[in-house]
């Protein structure tokens, strides 16, 4: 039997877990869409692949429907794990050398890591726990476990 703490704590964990899904979720949606449309003065999707090769449509797929998928709460584990896998590949490719710090002063060349490392805290809660209470894919009839009544784990 659930105590009245289990109950209120569970409840505040489903409420973190929102908004992580949600903040983080819109920024790298409108990463995304600046890497695939264009917005917010981005590069734009041919832009985006001139630089990077084919990787960047995996980039700029993986942030803006990763995107979607973590502020709607559906596929938020595998968006998550996405996003991360995009943000240690940033780290490796690009960010590592220019050390910890972003470049706030404009002293260095480029930008450090440690915003891709905050995105990666932020988003690890939800590979583990999942996207919690408030989340569309709880709402679709998606397949189930067998002789469980939750969700595959995959489709959280």
């Given amino acids: 039997m659930a105590s009245e703490d289990t109950i209120r704590d569970r409840a505040a964990v489903d409420w973190a877990l929102f908004v992580a899904r949600a903040v983080v979720g819109v920024i790298f949606m409108a990463h995304g869409a600046q890497k695939l449309f264009g917005a917010f003065g981005g590069p734009g999707l041919s832009a985006v692949v001139q630089m990077m090769g084919p990787l960047g449509y995996l980039v700029t ?45 404009g002293n260095q060349a480029g930008e450090g890591f440690e915003y891709h490392l905050l995105a990666i805290a932020a988003l690890l809660p939800i590979v583990i726990v999942g996207p919690g209470r408030f989340a569309v894919g709880r709402l679709l009839r998606l397949p189930k476990v067998a002789g469980k009544e939750k969700l595959a784990a995959v489709l959280e």
């Fill in 61 to 105: 797929v993986g942030e803006f429907f990763g995107g979607l998928g973590l502020v709607f709460g559906f596929l938020s584990r595998f968006s998550a794990a996405s996003i991360i896998v995009i943000m240690l590949g940033a780290v490796a490719m690009v960010h590592a050398k220019f050390g910890f710090f972003m470049n706030w002063a």
